[in-house]
């Protein structure tokens, strides 16, 4: 049974906060990477140039990020009845892939620099110091974005703040590393920039094989259909249910179930027991439409 009138995918308080806490990050990344980035360079420091590169592709996934709320937004046409959430997803496949290609990056250049162990120079204070700073805004980043994330209910926008978790924790290697250079250990800060690009390729792992199941029609987690049935189940007139099947699209889902009634009812009865049906599922879960069909019993 087609929906009379589905839900809108976005809303415009969504897209504003998605896109503000966006800005934000893009303005901290791009002060970051520059001070991490001329520092880094200047105090001889490879794990803070590593650390550089990592704020660096944070502000390529930010801007990702707003180019997949901008077209997730709209609304569906005939190329896309669905609508473009899923835009969001190809981006967080996006964000996992450029942080895979990072981390085998860091990993390259440590190995090269740990071949030779001689030439690595002492790294200035001045880089310990900015790791810190660095580690605090990060840190700080990442709490304002998952709780933004959590308050528009967006995996985009929690896979970009864990994204700036992930440079907290190699900000706090970083630290470490330039600490132990300080003190008389050479090979720390290479080793540093070495589990920065492990830390990262593996985040990237992460986001990219999620998502990747997602845009092959992965059905919802067991908590969310068993939700779902609960709520069918308890409409007035459902005497059963089969065929349930989900599938998810962007942050939402796409519902598909066949609902048993009694064989006696109207076409105009069953279908209103459907609309109940469907709206008590669409009420408070995160569901985009529900497909029903209406088997006599």
Do not use: C
């Not at 806490?21 to 893009?26: A, D, E, K, P, R």
């Amino acid at each position: 049974m087609p929906p009379t009138h589905p839900l809108p995918p976005e809303t415009p308080d969504r897209q504003m906060a998605a896109r503000r806490s966006t800005w934000v990050s893009i303005w901290v990344n791009l002060l970051l990477t520059g001070a991490q980035l001329i520092v880094g360079l200047y105090a001889h420091s490879q794990a803070l140039v590593a650390d550089a590169i990592h704020s660096l592709s944070d502000l390529v996934s930010d801007g990702l990020v707003l180019v997949a709320n901008k077209h997730g937004a709209k609304a569906p046409d005939a190329d896309h009845p669905y609508g473009h959430l899923r835009f969001e997803t190809a981006a967080t496949l996006g964000i996992g892939v450029l942080l895979i290609m990072v981390g085998l990056g860091m990993l390259w250049g440590s190995f090269q620099r740990l071949q030779d162990p001689d030439l690595i120079p002492t790294v200035h204070v001045t880089a310990l110091y900015v790791a810190l700073v660095t580690l605090l805004a990060k840190e700080g980043l990442f709490r304002y974005l998952l709780r933004v994330a959590h308050r528009v209910r967006s995996t985009l926008l929690v896979s970009n703040a864990w994204h700036a978790r992930s440079d907290a924790a190699s900000s706090l290697v970083v630290a470490l590393g330039v600490g132990a250079n300080l003190a008389g250990l050479p090979l720390a800060d290479p080793l540093a920039a070495l589990v920065v690009g492990l830390m990262i390729a593996r985040m990237g792992w992460k986001f990219s094989w999620q998502a990747f199941n997602d845009l092959v029609d992965r059905a919802a987690d067991a908590d969310t259909e068993r939700a779902i049935r609960e709520r069918i189940l308890g409409t007035p007139g459902v005497r059963g249910i089969h065929d349930l099947r989900t599938r998810k699209m962007g942050d939402m889902v796409w519902v598909e179930v066949d609902i048993e009634m009694d064989g006696q009812l109207t076409i105009e009865a069953g279908h209103a027991i459907a609309v109940e049906a469907r709206r008590r599922v669409m009420a408070d879960l995160p569901v985009l439409d529900v497909m029903t069909h209406f088997d006599p019993v």
